[in-house]
Nanobody, 124 residues
């Protein structure tokens, strides 16, 4: 059973940066693709990014391309989401999710494990 814990969310000014972490435990980390999703208050959960298993690529939604970068440290069983040039529209609870055996997907329903989320607020 894989456990995921997000951290790093905070209140930040527009144009600022944050780095979110997703720490995994309980199962071999390398077997999983890790997706980042976000959900604004009253909104739907939407995909942000997904990083494939070691050696694979990373995908980004158009709204964050060029601003967000996801990476994984397999020695630390941790995935990071570096977020730059933050906008008020990035305000949301950010979740990481893991999927075993299959590839990345924008469909949140196909992920097997979820963290509890971390709040990111971008406001002046």
């Amino acid at each position: 059973q894989l456990q995921l814990v997000e951290s790093g969310g905070a209140l930040v000014l527009p144009g600022g940066s944050l780095r979110l972490s997703c720490a995994a435990s309980g199962a071999p980390f390398n077997y999983f693709v890790i997706g980042w999703f976000r959900q604004a208050s009253g909104g739907e959960r939407e995909a942000v990014s997904c990083i494939h298993r070691p050696g694979g690529s990373t995908t980004y939604e158009d709204s964050v391309k060029g601003r967000f970068t996801s990476s994984r440290d397999n020695d630390k069983n941790t995935v990071y989401l570096q977020m730059n040039s933050l906008k008020p529209s990035d305000t949301a609870v950010y979740y990481c999710a893991a999927r075993r055996y299959f590839d990345c997907s924008n469909n949140s329903k196909v992920y097997d494990y979820w963290g509890r989320g971390t709040q990111v607020t971008v406001s002046a």
